[in-house]
């Protein structure tokens, strides 16, 4: 057995980091790419992580950025100014990345359980309750079969016209306000 794990998320479905002049990097399918430094390596390797570092990994391979350099300035100073999302707007997250996978209206989307770190949420079980509200909202749908699969670890969803309307507004309140649309998530 290996002891091989994601430094962030501690996922041990990893493939071993490659080494570079920088620090190593690894590819996690929680987190994404990215590369750690050595010293920053070491500074997590006796502490839990925080799961805001994972979604904003995440972010990056999402919004197809270079992979982040995780160093100890990031782990000591940035993290203390990552946002504490609330509830409803890591509805709005997770809405913004079904809507990203969405390949036309009324296509389906299949979100799994590595995918919590697209809601900013601490874990699956958290990424399970959002789903859940997205649903009970009206805004996606789910059938009972994929309702099951949650407990699994993925579901396949789509997003109903409520779910349109409601990004629509989104991005229509926020222009007015501020004059750009501060909604690029
Ligand atoms: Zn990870």
Not at 28 to 51: H, M, R
Not at 109 to 125: C, F, H, M, S
């Amino acid at each position: 057995m290996t002891d091989l794990k994601c430094p962030i998320c501690s996922n041990t479905s990893i493939k071993p980091p490659t080494i570079e002049v920088a620090g190593k990097k690894y590819d996690c399918g929680i987190c994404g790419a990215f590369l750690i430094a050595v010293p920053a390596e070491e500074t997590l390797k006796n502490k839990s992580c925080d799961y805001k570092l994972s979604a904003w990994i995440r972010e990056h391979h999402e919004f197809k950025r270079e992979p982040p350099k995780i160093t100890t300035y990031i782990l000591e100073d940035v993290l203390k100014n990552f946002p504490d999302h609330k509830v409803s707007e890591k509805q709005t997250l997770l809405m913004r990345a079904i809507e990203r996978r969405t390949d036309y209206p009324g296509a389906e989307v299949r979100i799994n359980d590595q995918d919590y770190p697209l809601a900013w949420a601490k874990n699956y079980e958290e990424l399970k309750f959002i789903i859940r509200s997205l649903k009970e909202r009206g805004f996606i749908y789910i059938n009972d079969a994929n309702e099951d699969r949650l407990n699994i670890g993925f579901v396949q969803t789509k997003i109903l016209p409520n779910g349109w309307d409601y990004l629509d507004k989104l991005t229509i309140t926020c222009l007015h306000k501020s004059g750009i649309c501060c909604y690029v998530i």
